[in-house]
């Protein structure tokens, strides 16, 4: 729901300027790196994944009331940091307790199933906040107080129903020698070089969607659906796409959802849109993350001791973080000094020499992960 209206409300609200904005659109990317590793081995050493991603719901959720008194600048980063945050904080115990629960055979599935679970609300969010804001026009502070509700919900979901797989006994072995022997460990170091540079040239969703709305001038009652339209194509492939990386490769499926990113740059840079080249944008971002959102967490975990599994995720995530945080920053200081349109053809340009790159860096890691 805050996600979906976050762009414009703090460009066409706030009235921050691009470059402001790619600032905080970096905080909302990569701030999350900062504790994701601690998360992640918290959630390894005490053996309690579950109760830190607890703290970091609990901490996510807290933020979208925050969002009501806050009007300034340093308001708002204090408030997304802290979103962020609890991303950061929740994101590596909740993959380890996917991974923990799931066949190894079929984690790319295990986890195209949460990522199509966490879709659907992903969708479902933006459809409320349309509503809203149909009802009552530039009703923002509505849609905060709705999205805590709903996360109070989900929090308590988490707490009274998901069982916490791993024991104390278990996560008492793992040292943080150990750990950081794991993340810099030789298994890790090529998927980890890979994931950081797609991730400096992948341009964060909300300046996808202010493009789209600056060529086709969306109302702003209409802009969360952008969103919705990202989902439903997420919705519908996400356990596709993970089991086809189980079958045949999670490389080639990570490396292949690059590609949809590429069409995704070029037809949001055509000077002339229309509803149909806006939803061919749409789709190829659902394409996008069906692709890699989950294949990537299911690639690491198996290239990592079980023990240090969570761990082994948070390094990726972080790696990918804070790769997206200097390419928010980047492209936020581009639109400022060239527009949307010749940002977007540049980074297309970059992400067209990424990709083949990452290939060669990626090839032969499932056999490395088969024999780990």
């Known amino acids: ?101 799931s066949d190894p055979s079929m984690l790319g599935r295990s986890f195209g199933v949460h990522r199509t679970l966490d879709t659907f609300g992903a969708a479902l969010g933006p459809l409320v906040a349309f509503a809203l804001l149909a009802a009552v026009p530039g009703s923002y502070d509505s849609i905060f107080v709705v999205s805590f509700a709903v996360a109070v919900v989900g929090v308590a979901v988490l707490v009274l129903f998901v069982p916490n797989l791993k024991t104390a006994a278990q996560g008492a072995r793992l040292g943080l020698r150990r750990v950081a022997a794991e993340v810099s460990g030789r298994r890790l170091r090529r998927p980890l070089l890979a994931a950081g540079l797609l991730g400096l040239v992948t341009v964060g969703d909300g300046f996808l969607y202010l493009a789209l709305q600056d060529r086709d001038d969306f109302a702003a009652t209409w802009f969360p659906l952008l969103y919705v339209g990202t989902s439903l194509a997420y919705l519908g492939l996400a356990v596709p796409m993970g089991r086809l990386a189980d079958r045949v490769g999670r490389a080639c499926v990570l490396v292949a959802g690059h590609g949809a990113l590429l069409a995704c740059y070029l037809l949001a840079a055509l000077p ?101």
């Open 272 to 372: 002339a849109g229309g509803l149909t080249l806006t939803l061919a944008v749409l789709l190829c971002l659902g394409v996008y993350y069906a692709a890699t959102d989950g294949v990537l967490p299911a690639l690491v975990s198996r290239l990592v001791a079980p023990e240090a599994r969570g761990s082994g995720i948070a390094a990726a995530q972080t790696v990918v973080v804070l790769a997206r945080f200097g390419s928010s920053l980047l492209f936020g200081l581009l639109w400022s000094l060239q527009g949307p349109g010749a940002s977007l053809l540049l980074f297309a340009g970059l992400l067209a020499t990424a990709v083949p790159v990452a290939a060669w860096l990626l090839r032969g890691i499932d056999r490395t992960e088969v024999a780990a």
């Open 1 to 101: 729901m805050v996600a979906s209206i976050l762009p414009l409300y703090l460009t066409a609200v706030v009235g921050l300027s691009p470059i402001a904005y790619g600032f905080l659109d970096g905080i909302y990317q990569g701030v999350s790196a900062f504790v994701r590793l601690a998360g992640g081995y918290a959630g390894d050493r005490g053996g309690q994944p579950k109760w830190v991603a607890v703290l970091g719901y609990g901490t996510s959720a807290l933020s979208r009331i925050a969002l009501l008194p806050a009007t300034g600048f340093a308001a708002i980063t204090a408030v997304v940091t802290a979103d962020r945050l609890g991303k950061g904080l929740r994101t590596a115990p909740r993959d380890a307790l996917i991974a923990q629960a």
